[in-house]
């Protein structure tokens, strides 16, 4: 049982550029959602899914699309990479709306 | 606006005594508390949740409590042990099944020998 996967484990981009952070969850979890963590800090909720096809905005959504498809699979997008974008991203899914499963994170870099 | 906050960044504590984790929420309506655990370079981990409509929810070595009137949410770890040794995050969830799960600061923990 894999549970949550993110890939890539590590990325640095230059400003302006666009990637996929990829996060697929194979506990059948109906809620997922995006976090970034900076250094330090708490973290910030990003976008979250209810359901495929079911996308809402959370804490700091700027800069940042998602998409629900399958109900396996949460892709978040950065549309055009900046230096504040440098943070940690877990992505997380659940069954009911408190008790999360993280992936092991995202360490992404913007130049 | 909505926020959780917690009272300590940094909580030290001898091994083998109680440790207390406080935190401080703003919104009343909020109907679901939660706790994760996150150890240095990994994601958060579930320790234990609690409802609105309870004040006092134990798990094993661990207790959370829950006071509406004054808007506040506490762990209690019991006997700590070096594995305990980690930053512990609170969270808040809405009313509503499909609300946003909101975290605070953190608290980090760390265990004298």
């Known amino acids: 049982n894999a549970g949550v996967t993110q890939t890539p484990k590590f990325q640095v981009l230059k400003t302006g550029q666009s990637m996929t952070l990829q996060c697929a969850q194979d506990?059948?979890?109906?809620?997922m959602s995006w976090y970034r963590q900076d250094p330090g800090m708490g973290l910030r909720l990003i976008h979250y899914s209810v359901g495929a096809g079911i996308t809402d905005q959370g804490e700091v959504p700027n800069g940042y699309n998602v998409s629900r498809s399958t109900t396996e699979d949460f892709p978040l997008r950065l549309l055009s990479a900046a230096p504040s974008q440098t943070s940690v991203y877990f992505c997380?899914?659940?069954?009911?709306?408190?008790?999360?499963?993280f992936g092991s994170g995202t360490q992404l870099s913007v130049l | 606006g909505e926020s959780v906050g917690l009272h300590l960044p940094t909580l030290s504590v001898q091994e083998g005594d109680n440790s207390i984790i406080n935190c401080a929420y703003s919104n009343s309506a909020s109907d679901y508390f939660i706790w994760y655990k996150q150890e240095s370079g990994k994601g958060p981990q579930f320790i234990i949740d609690?409802?609105?409509?309870?004040d006092k929810r134990q798990g094993q070595r661990v207790t959370v409590l829950l006071n509406k009137t004054v808007k506040h949410l506490s762990l209690q770890i019991a006997a700590t042990q070096p594995g305990d040794s980690a930053v512990y995050f609170c969270?808040?969830?809405?009313?509503?099944?499909?609300?946003?799960?909101?975290f605070g600061s953190g608290t980090r923990l760390s265990i004298r020998p």
């Open positions: 506990m059948n979890h109906e809620y």
């Open positions: 969270a808040e969830a809405g009313y509503s099944s499909a609300s946003k799960i909101i």
């Open positions: 997380a899914s659940g069954t009911d709306r408190g008790q999360l499963f």
């Open positions: 609690i409802r609105s409509n309870m």
